[in-house]
């Protein structure tokens, strides 16, 4: 029995999906819920899996086409026996290694230093190019042509999976063009509108986090015990002290709709995370009804389903203020851009140990520079700075959060 496996239904948010990559050749046999394909959005990736066991019969959208809500993308034959294909990255790993071998040997005259300097950046058999230098000598132009041959003639892989477009400069030199992921594409165009929309303005300021850090040491393996296994760590004294310091500064709150200004009476912080597809900012909701171990165990399962490409379209939405941390990267300093509609984020950054100056004597103080980026348009540079110092102050004397003063 043939049925037609179709796109599931997507978001009002999002009007369309890429086709990603296709997990299985035509003809192939598959299980009940085995991975079929990925359908990039602008925000997330969704994973269509087999309905039954059968084999795939028909791929109707190819990768890189786009498909819209309940769009048929392929036919699938409930219970068919089929003969396995080859995986298509393996067959394109074949085709690429069929053409690029370790050098050999020369087998009749050597080519000349210019081209075999390209012969063995490029790992290729030196029986396998035509000389047509002086008594069969081989040229550099001889590797230029054999390499802009093999890019040709490479055989296209499998249907589903995008062929590696590889092109050959002047030089000899090979490049590999691909296409920007959906993902990526749109938090590039969103990083565009803030610059080009927003008067974005940062302001910088340092913490000693030898407080927070001795909080930690102190108390890190009771809070894991107590807290089945969640471990402390920086991110959420940020997201605490971020949460008071919005309370006394609701602009900071706020977000900008045409000509309106509006202040949100709840705190839900977009916490920054990295993964493979690109930059995605997963949202912890109602902050505010949060103790610090419910911070850290729902940023670590944000980690993991992006890594994963887990993340919901519904966990990435709304958002009234963001926190990205360059600091784990081993960034100093920077100029986080901000993440529309809203009108400020703050950057944390690397804990790095540096003399200060405290009562008159220089002490070496595990200092942490900030940064906060808002938009001039709503937010004044008193506001700014002294949210900034909020912060601050809070972490500085994290008794402060307890005692909300």
């Known amino acids: 029995m043939t049925t037609?496996?179709?796109?599931?239904?997507?978001?009002?948010?999002?009007?369309?999906?890429?086709?990603?990559?296709?997990?299985?050749?035509?003809?192939?046999?598959?299980?009940?819920?085995?991975?079929?394909?990925d359908i990039e959005t602008d925000k997330v990736v969704i994973e269509v899996v087999a309905p039954d066991d059968g084999v795939l019969a028909e791929i109707l959208k190819v990768s890189g086409e786009t498909i819209t809500s309940n769009e048929a993308i392929a036919k699938f034959e409930v219970g068919t026996e089929g003969e396995v294909s080859a995986n298509p990255s393996a067959q394109v790993d074949a085709a690429l290694n069929e053409t690029v071998r370790a050098p050999t040997a020369v087998e009749s005259t050597a080519p000349s230093p210019a081209a075999r300097k390209l012969i063995e950046e490029n790992s290729l058999a030196v029986n396998e190019i035509s000389g047509t230098g002086k008594d069969g000598r081989i040229t550099k132009e001889d590797v230029v042509y054999h390499l802009s041959a093999q890019s040709s003639?490479?055989?296209?892989?499998?249907?589903?999976v995008p062929a590696q477009e590889v092109s050959i400069s002047s030089e000899g030199r090979v490049e590999e063009r691909v296409p920007m992921s959906r993902?990526?594409?749109?938090?590039?165009?969103?990083?565009?509108?803030?610059?080009?929309?927003?008067?974005?303005?940062?302001?910088?300021?340092?913490?000693?986090?030898?407080?927070?850090?001795?909080?930690?040491?102190?108390?890190?393996?009771?809070?894991?015990?107590?807290?089945?296994?969640?471990?402390?760590?920086?991110?959420?004294?940020?997201?605490?002290?971020?949460?008071?310091?919005?309370?006394?500064?609701?602009?900071?709150?706020?977000?900008?709709?045409?000509?309106?200004?509006?202040?949100?009476?709840?705190?839900?912080?977009?916490v920054a995370?990295?993964?493979?597809?690109?930059?995605?900012?997963?949202?912890?909701?109602?902050?505010?009804?949060?103790?610090?171990?419910?911070?850290?165990?729902?940023?670590?399962?944000?980690?993991?389903?992006?890594?994963?490409?887990?993340?919901?379209?519904e966990e990435m939405t709304g958002g009234t203020f963001t926190i990205s941390n360059g600091g784990v990267f081993g960034s100093l300093l920077s100029t986080p851009i901000l993440n529309p509609p809203q009108t400020a984020i703050l950057g944390m950054h690397k804990i790095q140990e540096?003399?200060?100056?405290?009562?008159?004597?220089?002490?070496?103080?595990?200092?942490?520079?900030l940064a906060?980026?808002?938009?001039?348009?709503?937010?004044?540079?008193?506001?700014?700075?002294?949210?900034?110092?909020?912060?601050?102050?809070?972490?500085?004397?994290?008794?402060?959060?307890?005692?909300?003063?």
């Open 183 to 270: 993902l990526r594409a749109k938090v590039a165009e969103r990083l565009l509108t803030a610059t080009q929309t927003t008067a974005m303005l940062t302001t910088f300021n340092e913490v000693n986090m030898q407080p927070v850090m001795d909080i930690r040491a102190k108390y890190k393996d009771e809070f894991e015990k107590a807290h089945d296994g969640v471990r402390l760590g920086f991110m959420s004294f940020f997201v605490r002290a971020s949460i008071e310091a919005l309370k006394r500064f609701p602009a900071v709150n706020a977000s900008i709709d045409g000509n309106d200004i509006v202040y949100h009476g709840y705190q839900d912080i977009g």
């Open 153 to 160: 003639t490479t055989p296209k892989s499998s249907e589903g």
């Open 372 to 405: 906060l980026s808002y938009d001039h348009r709503m937010i004044d540079g008193k506001e700014a700075v002294q949210f900034l110092v909020t912060i601050k102050d809070l972490l500085e004397d994290p008794t402060r959060l307890i005692l909300e003063i």
């Open 354 to 369: 540096r003399p200060m100056a405290v009562n008159g004597e220089v002490r070496v103080l595990p200092m942490m520079y």
């Open 273 to 313: 995370v990295s993964s493979p597809r690109g930059l995605v900012v997963p949202v912890l909701r109602n902050a505010d009804n949060m103790g610090l171990a419910r911070v850290e165990k729902e940023i670590r399962n944000f980690g993991e389903k992006a890594r994963d490409g887990k993340l919901a379209i």
């Open 4 to 37: 037609e496996i179709k796109a599931p239904q997507l978001p009002e948010s999002v009007p369309d999906g890429t086709i990603a990559t296709w997990y299985k050749n035509v003809g192939e046999k598959v299980s009940r819920d085995d991975l079929l394909v």
